[in-house]
């Protein structure tokens, strides 16, 4: 929980190219497999285990049962990821625009991991760990949640950036373009200047067929046809 999902999150973001989804892919299905192999030991333990003097187990302790019960809603908060991530690439694929399943999976993921991460050292609290262990827990959770916090303000902050210079790129295109772009106020960046771009293009495909077949027409006139012409313009000097 306190490596692996950050990790997962941070190379999704510095790795350039369109392996980084399946590196981060790879790297959150195990995180997750791994803390649903802790949830379901701790499940077993916090059921069967019973406290001393006949205080119950650690789920229906009341001085105990917090880090269990944060612990299994944690454990529902994440195991939607792999299904909204789906769907959230799916999309964006289409549209190139964040939709509802993408603030879902970044919400749920951010939220999730960071009470998962608060959870552990109640955990390690609630098992009684020296105060070492907790020190360095302590000074790893903070350093990994603080360097995926500040890569995720920065992707976010150059995502602005890239889109505030697609929509100048696309207003410009537009501009250029006249009339047929105007009103165009929910084409994605960089669409306007696709658009404008095939519009060119076709046109001298068009003008280049009618050069074609104006020459071909030409060349098809048969020698009989030319005498003729020749013979009328004769006639007309006479």
Known sequence: MVILFPVGSILMRVIPGRFAIWIHAVFQMLALAVYVAGAGIGIYLVTYVTLPFNMGTLLTNSSTNYHPIIGII?????????????????RF?????????SYAHLFNGRVGVTIGIINGGLGLHLANATADRKRIYIIVAAVMWSLWMLIALW??????????????????????GGPAMTGAKNIPPGLGLRRSDSRSERSRRSEHSRRSDRHVRQRSVSPVSRSRSRSLGRRDVR
């Open 74 to 90: 944690t454990l529902v908060v994440l195991l939607p990821q792999p299904i909204l991530g789906l769907l959230h690439h799916s």
């Open 93 to 101: 694929k289409r549209v190139r625009r964040r939709q509802a399943w």
């Open 155 to 176: 992707s976010e902050v150059m995502r602005m950036r890239r889109g505030r210079k697609e929509a100048k790129a696309a207003a410009a295109g537009g501009a250029a």
